[in-house]
Nanobody
Framework: VQLQAFGGGLVQAGGSLRLSCAAS????????MYWFRQAPGKEREFVAA????????NYTGSVKGRFTISRDNAKNTVTLQMNSMNSEDTAVYYC?????????????WGQGTQVTVSS
């Protein structure tokens, strides 16, 4: 499956941004979808994951209550709605996919999209 993320940009602290990831070349509903991010000088970290039908969702603690992951299997897309953003959310965001629930390294990755939060 090929993944393409878009929607990044510059946002002020406290603002919102919506990332989307379009999938092609596979049966989208057979993949668990993930969002990861990598801030400058830091290791890549898990942000959120959504199960095949969307029934199970997980978030890293720092984004709980602020970020929402969702998917549309009819449109082969996964989105990450980011609200109440702060400078620690500045990172390159990646969408990823795997047919299984994995911890840390899904099989398929899209290119990153830069998110910058200005204070």
């Amino acid at each position: 499956v090929q993944l393409q993320a878009f929607g990044g940009g510059l946002v002020q602290a406290g603002g919102s941004l919506r990332l989307s990831c379009a999938a092609s070349g596979g049966t989208f509903s057979s993949y668990v979808m993930y969002w990861f991010r990598q801030a400058p000088g830091k290791e890549r970290e898990f942000v959120a994951a959504i199960s095949w039908s969307g029934g199970r969702i997980n978030y890293t603690g720092s984004v709980k209550g602020r970020f929402t992951i969702s998917r549309d299997n009819a449109k082969n897309t996964v989105t990450l709605q980011m609200n109440s953003m702060n400078s620690e959310d500045t990172a390159v965001y990646y969408c990823a996919a795997d047919k299984k629930v994995v911890f840390g390294n899904p099989e398929f990755w899209g290119q990153g999209t830069q998110v910058t939060v200005s204070s």
